[in-house]
């Protein structure tokens, strides 16, 4: 298993509350679409960053093809412009 973790920050005057309600509702319903994807959240962070997410992937394969799966590209789409910066790390179980 691998686990797949994103923060991010978000471009001045974007409503933080609405930006992730927004993610969510086009990443999350991703799990058991795209092969190898088996869990994801979404959600306001705090203390830095404006949000997290969190996934889980079956193998390091299963996470190289979500990241250029039809799927993922079109749901980014919705809300790739409202990012200014991230950091990501993964890890294997």
Do not use: Q, W
Request: charged share 30%; glycine share 4%.
């Amino acid at each position: 298993m691998v686990k797949h973790i994103v923060l991010y920050t978000f471009k001045k005057d974007v409503d933080k509350d609405e930006a992730v309600k927004l993610i969510a509702s086009v990443l999350e319903p991703l799990v058991g679409k795209i092969p190898g994807l088996t869990h994801m959240e979404i959600r306001r962070a705090f203390n830095g960053m404006d949000y997290a997410l969190y996934s889980e992937f079956e193998s390091r394969e299963a996470l190289v093809n979500y990241k250029d799966h039809p799927l993922h590209l079109e749901a980014k789409s919705h809300f790739f412009h409202l990012l200014d910066s991230r950091v990501c790390a993964e890890y294997d179980l």
